[in-house]
């Protein structure tokens, strides 16, 4: 397994964590199994969103001894009633259901408290100038969490919040087919036939900044519906073609400020599929060649940071700079810490003699060159050769 540092938190966490979707209406012996594979491979970490009372006493027994080893991302804002999941912001009740969490848990501390499901930025507004903050902020003083989160579907609202400086980690549904659409208050758009019905071409510019923003700002991005609900992998995905688990893992993986992805399985076997992802190939990673030949999507002049343009003869990493690049670029400056990454590079982007090598490779059209050439005039006031 490997190890990501989740953002300006400083806490690593496998790449693999767990979704807790699977979990709720199950008994001890599946908490057990699942529990048992997913420590066998080193994952450390997982998102608690459900108040399913159980299944949170069920958790809380399998973290037993291990606690101080394992990353807890849980939810403030979700209540348990007539038997189901409901999101709250009545304080009463935010309050109840987070000392029912600690307790279920068997801990005096969660390391993330992620406000639930923030899908709007009035909704933010609202949350950032009122008590459901005030609250976080004070659990944190107390040291009852650890640092402070939002989840949101909506890359307008989580742009508000990463932009206020008052939340260290996102949790945002990052896949290739919901980065293609703009932002809107009304998740269901994300899964609706009609939202794919018509062509569609490169990220969405709103997507595209909240990661880079994110990066620029150290907030450190966990992942949700990386497989889309599993619409992704069916032969009917919005994409036009099933892409396989790898793909969707590794698509998530290379996105700015991503450290984590949390996988919401249902049985060991998908658990297995998911954690077999850092023992895959490079070439069963690889979505750069299944999203070239997709029906109904194209990405063509941008670039994935999928590293189709390696190896370079001069040993430059034309992805990274380029992630550099677009970095900068979204900030309208050089960040002092995007500066510092680039000039620890072994081969920075004045090493390139453009060849167009990496041009010759890239499955999506990027002018490389070009890049090159802005990179090494932005960083360092040189030009490639």
Not at 70 to 95: I, S
Not at 275 to 283: G, H, P, V
Not at 341 to 367: K, M, N, W
Request: aromatic share 8%; hydrophobic share 35%; net charge negative.
């Amino acid at each position: 397994m490997k190890y990501r540092t989740l953002g300006r938190t400083g806490l690593q966490v496998s790449e693999i964590g767990l979704g807790c979707e699977g979990f709720s209406g199950r008994d001890e012996t599946f908490t057990k199994e699942m529990f048992g594979l997913a420590l066998e491979h080193g994952v450390n970490c997982m998102d608690l969103y459900s108040p399913d009372p159980e299944m949170r006493s069920r958790i809380g027994r399998m973290l037993r001894g291990k606690r101080e080893s394992f990353v807890m991302q849980a939810h403030l804002c979700t209540v348990w009633k007539d038997g189901q999941y409901q999101r709250t912001r009545d304080m009463e009740e935010v309050k109840a259901s987070f000392e029912d969490l600690l307790t279920r848990l068997q801990t005096d501390y969660i390391d993330i408290g992620m406000i639930h499901y923030v899908d709007s930025v009035d909704e933010w507004k609202e949350i950032a100038d009122g008590e459901v903050m005030q609250y976080a902020f004070r659990l944190k003083a107390e040291g009852r969490i650890r640092h402070v989160g939002i989840s949101s579907h909506n890359p307008a609202a989580a742009l508000a919040a990463v932009g206020s400086g008052l939340v260290d980690v996102l949790m945002f549904s990052v896949n290739p087919c919901y980065d293609l659409l703009p932002p809107d208050e009304n998740c269901e758009s994300l899964w609706l036939e009609s939202s794919y019905e018509k062509p569609l071409l490169n990220m969405d510019p709103d997507r595209e900044k909240l990661y880079e923003t994110c990066q620029r700002l150290g907030v450190g991005i966990t992942v949700m519906k990386a497989f889309g609900g599993g619409d992704l992998l069916s032969p009917h995905s919005p994409a036009g073609m099933a892409l396989t688990v790898n793909q969707c893992i590794h698509y998530a993986l290379t996105r700015p400020a991503v450290a984590s992805v949390m996988s919401g399985v249902r049985s060991a076997e998908e658990l297995q599929a998911n954690l077999d992802y850092e023992t895959a190939s490079d070439s069963e990673r690889d979505y750069a060649s299944a999203f070239a030949a997709l029906p109904k999507i194209s990405w063509q002049g941008h670039c994935m940071y999928c590293g189709h343009c390696a190896p370079c003869p001069q040993g430059i990493d034309v992805a990274t700079v380029t992630k550099f690049l677009n970095l900068s670029k979204a900030q309208g400056a050089v960040p002092e810490t995007v500066r510092e990454h680039y000039a620890a590079l072994a081969h920075t982007a004045d090493a390139c003699i453009q060849c167009g090598a990496c041009e010759s490779r890239c499955p999506f059209g990027v002018p490389i060159r070009e890049n090159m050439k802005e990179a090494a005039a932005l960083f360092t006031g040189s030009s490639a050769k």
